[in-house]
């Protein structure tokens, strides 16, 4: 263990961060003595310079263990405010989890950043395709892992040796596993560790769940087929539902994220950030929601934690001294992609509660079931608070404050089995109120870092840090430059997410410029065909949200969960849904067979009904026909096999 001082040096750009720090007085602690306590052990240690005493408790129950360090006179003072930390680790282990991870599955060999970030920031988009457009090729991947962000930062993981370890630190930190015999964890916090064991994966997302929270139970209505995305209007909605209805797409939802109005910008089509119900862009919205309703049709809206300057709530807000300041306290302006915007100050308990019944009444008042709680990863670190905390230390934590809001919101309104909201952001209590994650802006297109392949190990990373619930934009949201969504990605991506807890679309930040679900009569074939398929797995996923819930086991799990293979803890670009559903997308342009890994047990192709063993096998995979696999053991078998079949018995 060592202990030293850190200057850190932060620079935010439309929610990426630019990171250096300036260590100092790196120092080794010299190990004096291991004594047994009544609870575990005391180890003390000693700065070699001032023989100051460092004191290590570990407390065990049963298997598991609690490792923390007591303050002192250094600590107190300033002259140490950051820790080394080694724990020994096997070079043959596989290593998951730190939130939510795009473009790696096994972190083994990586140092790991544990800081929120803007995953898919416009500065990352632009060096890509000007890569693209000079070399004329699609690059995987842009940006060295050690400065990879995501928008999903937790400091959580797990081994294949069946343990996870948990910091309890909201500060940022580095996890360095690329030394095979030791994993080191760099803190700014004291340490607090769990560690934590089990004799299988269930049981260590059980111990998991029950140490960082329970997601809860979602609304019945979300799994009858699937939810359209429609901007422009009350006339756009009802004209896309009766182009659905002509196609007998099964549809349970519409999602309007412009339900407040918009702004064209030289992004694209975007949300105006004033949440109030925009009546001039959708007349009669109030009785058509009643009217959707009795149809199984419900709405969904769009919020997030920004307001728009030029507004009405911006104006209320400013007077009331509500939104995070800056250093000469003024309203904090941050650039989101080409506009400011303020942020609501949640450490303000008047600014919290103002903003929650915004969420109360503009939006559940209105009929919403549900809306995309967005953002949450900008809190600047050179920002002032209400509350006097250093932003640096809550940073991590503000998508968890946003996610916890949006939670109470419902439960305040008993709406909690009809309402859900779905949240991009997150941190360790993040789990504890938000009902679902979707993964956030994936660009239109193949690429693997940041496209349609993305989703898969991104979806893994965070079941394996406790988060078991989530989905993706069926089709991706991000057009910049060149970049077009095709007939064949968003038909590709929804077969994908028909394998998924919901299965929604999104029209993109240039919906004129991206192929749509009701382009063309294939299009809209395909999505009938989809959207029944998911509507059959109903009782399938709602038995898998229960155990979710109740247990900690993760809805979408990677093919090690069940089945301990070399090639299992490998594998990225496949999944489980659930035990008994084996999931193998197609994620590359123009290709229609892609080779399947199938771990050693019984299998059924869900539309050959040709049977498996275990083994590797080159299979085609038309459009329409992705490749997915039954376990020939479920309970569920005869259920699953059948959900291609026919339309439904209504």
Known sequence: MAVGHVDNDFSMSRGSFKYKKKISNKTWLDLQEISESDFGYILRYSYPKTSEEFLI???????????????????????CNCYWISIIADPSEYIYGCGENYSILNLKGENVRIWVAEHQNTLRITKKLIKWKLFGKKPDKILNFSKYETYYSQPTFISSKLFFVHVNTTSYSEFDFRDGNRTVLYLQDLPDLHICFSDNFTGLSKKLSNFLGH???????????????VQGGTDKIEEKIRISNQYDIKVCGVWSQDWCGCRKTAFGYQVMWNWEWDKELYPN?????????????????YINPFIAVEKDLYKVASERGYCVKNKSGEDYMVTITTFPAAMVDFTNPDAYEWYKNIIKNNMIGLGMAGWMADFGEYLPVDCVLYSGEDPEKMHNTWPSLWAKMNHEAIYETKKESEVFFFTRSGFTDTIKYSSMMWTGDQHVDWSKDDGLPSVIPATLSLSLSGFGITHSDAGGYTTVMQMRRTKELLMRWEEMNVFSPLLRLHEGNQPENNIQFDADSETLTHLSKMSYMHYKLKNYLKYLVKMCSEEGTPVMRPLFYHYNEKQSYEEKTEYLLGRDILVAPIIDESTYERSVYLPNDNWVHLFSKTGYEGGIYKLKSPIGEPLVFIRKNSDYFSELIQITEGRVNE
Request: net charge neutral.
């Open 215 to 229: 997601q809860n139970i979602l609304p019945d209505w979300l799994y009858d087929g699937t939810i359209i995305a």
């Open 57 to 79: 408790h570990v407390l065990i129950k049963g298997s598991d263990m609690h490792i923390f360090m007591l303050p002192n006179k250094m600590i107190d003072n300033g002259v």
């Open 285 to 301: 919205l109030d009785q058509k929601i009643k009217e959707w309703n009795q149809k199984g049709i419900k709405f969904l809206g």
